[in-house]
């Protein structure tokens, strides 16, 4: 192999899109595609920061920098540092978890309505993590291992119900909505079984909030993350392959029932991870990666912009939960399903006049 | 491996042949103990009507469906025992029910063919770039690379995933009904290509629903019949009619077609019905494809066009 051999050229017809091009190793990126995650990630950035400057005692920016990058005394470092900060930092990490999630489970299934929300799998996690909960015992991990077999087990019987020689999008997604609804009512009735303590810390989890938050807490959804997320990005080619669909992806050579089981576990592996902390947050996984595919005007799901736009939506979200009805805080899970709903009519409203043309 | 092919006297190879294959979807069985050969650098037609078994036969020749017994080999070996990837790089397959993602673009489209050729480290070689546009010229579609796919007629479209099929750089090609949804002038510019490039080498296969087509374009045609393969061979020599009869049910006489000499099948005029429906003139409905009779589907022409699936999306 020759190193000498370093060229850098445009795709041809692919507006953005470059290859690296070292002897016979070549590497493909998309500018645009790179250009748009980091805008939509600043914009994510910035809402954060604004989280960060307000609330009961609001602060300057000077502070807040301040806070950061310098010694600064207890009076900032406490607020900013300890109390705010986490939870911005938990809501980008969650919401990009969430919309890395949708990604996956839309695209695989295509149909822009699976997501792990809809399909009961992050119900099916919360089952699970409650559980440990309400034990009162176990920490993160005792909770994220449960999370992930409620939800993988959900994944399980859900494909189960709703194989039929093949999955089909509206099946699935029906027999999704059934089985969580189900798990809903299970997780209740999980939570008036138990004493009133638990059951309220265990209720204010169920709905999904960033209210509680520390730095443990992002530290263990951080390591979980560092891992499952190249992982899942080693997966990106294989999942755009099968947006052709199922038979030419694998006339292509693509094994495609290993790449989609890979991706569901990736899938459910980031949920889980994500709602054994935050509570199964609604509607982040649904939305984000079509808001991503929409506003981007991309060719298909893509992985590295839906998470993007999951942190963008959490932390934003996240920031109205707080300040809508300060000094009163409400659970995040409640702004999401609100934002969640009115985005879910617009989606059908477009099917529907879709299907009329 | 050699066959001998049993309709000429010469010697004939196949690179892809099934031997004694029983396929079954959900464990209804639709094709039991079938043994076909593709002679290489033949254009093979499969035809039969509906449910006759010719998209299934095809799937299994192009490793989308394990067969319940039997085998089916490439290049001597077992298809099954060979990697996708390494199939890939030797069949490449149209099945017919193709969707494109939304606004993908032509250029982009025909590159995933690439995809056997390509691994993490190689994402996009110069080899990959040259293979893409080669294959956009021999479909004709290179002024169309930067359009999105939903802008494109039918038979552009078919014409794109035609070429990305091409830019895979297989020498066997699979195809499944690839002029179906295609309006007459379209289905001829199509297997002319198709022609063309049996012309230049490459072995194709294609499930064609069209009898007078078949025998035109095809060197062989191999017929089936629930699931059996009734006759195969040369379709001057093959197309009678009384194997129209036996395959579909159609009494009609065999001219020669006026333009390139072949077999031309003339369905004669089917007993009027009592309800007065005459086949050629019911306007079928989607739905009711599968019960069209088998004088609109012998006849290219006046069986009525059914627009291609809509776009996902």
Known sequence: ?357 | MAFSNSTTDTFVTSRLLAEDITLAYDGRVVASNLSVAIPDRSFSAIIGPNASGKSTLLRALSRLLRPESGSVYLDGKRIWELRARDVAKILGLLPQSAIAPDAITVFDLVSRGRYPHQGLFRQWSEDDEAAVFSALDATKTTGLAGRCMDELSGGQRQRVWLAMVLAQETSLLLLDEPTTYLDIAYQIELLELLAELNAGGRTVVAVLHDLNHACRFASHVIAMKGGAIVAEGKPAEIITEELVEDVFGLPSIIIPDPVAGTPMIVPKQKKVPATGEVACQAQPSRASRPDLTAASRLNGLSSSRIPRKPHQG
């Open chain 1, 1 to 357: 192999m020759s190193w000498h051999s370093i060229s850098l050229r445009p795709v041809p017809f692919s507006p953005g899109s470059y290859v690296l091009r070292i002897g016979r190793w070549s590497l493909r990126f998309d500018a645009r595609l790179i250009g748009h995650t980091l805008l939509l990630l600043a914009m994510a950035l910035t809402v954060g920061i604004l989280s960060l400057k307000s609330g009961a005692r609001p602060f300057t920016f000077a502070e807040i920098t301040e806070a950061i990058f310098i010694d600064a005394p207890r009076r900032l470092h406490l607020p900013i540092i300890e109390w705010r900060m986490p939870r911005v930092v938990l809501a980008l990490l969650a919401g990009s978890s969430l919309g890395m999630a949708g990604a996956i489970f839309q695209s695989v299934s295509r149909n822009s309505l699976a997501s792990p929300d809809i399909l009961g799998f992050s119900t099916g996690a919360a089952t699970g993590a409650l559980f440990v909960i309400l034990l009162g015992t176990g920490g993160y991990y005792e909770r994220a291992g449960a999370a992930l077999l409620g939800g993988g087990m959900t994944a399980a019987v859900t494909y189960m119900l709703a194989w039929k020689g093949g999955i089909q999008g509206v099946r699935l997604v029906l027999v999704g909505i059934g089985i969580s609804s189900m798990l809903t009512s299970l997780n209740a009735w999980l939570i008036l079984k138990t004493d009133l303590r638990l059951a309220i810390q265990a209720a204010v989890w169920q709905v999904g909030s960033l209210n509680t938050v520390n730095w443990r807490q992002v530290q263990h959804l951080g390591s979980a993350l560092s891992f499952i997320v190249p992982c899942t990005f080693l997966l990106g080619r294989a999942m755009r392959q099968l947006e052709i669909g199922e038979d030419l992806a694998r006339s292509q050579g693509l094994r495609s029932e290993y790449v989609r089981a890979s991706l569901l576990a990736s899938g459910i592996a980031l949920t889980a991870a994500t709602t054994a902390i935050v509570g199964p947050i609604a509607f982040v996984a649904l939305s984000a990666p079509q808001l991503a595919l929409r506003f981007l005007r991309l060719p298909g799901l893509r992985l590295a912009p839906s998470a993007a736009m999951g942190a963008l939506l959490l932390v934003s979200g996240d920031w109205f939960a707080q300040h809508l009805f300060a000094p009163r805080l409400i659970p995040v899970g409640i702004v999401t399903i609100c934002i969640g709903g009115a985005y879910l009519v617009w989606l059908l409203a477009g099917e529907k006049r879709r299907k009329q043309s």
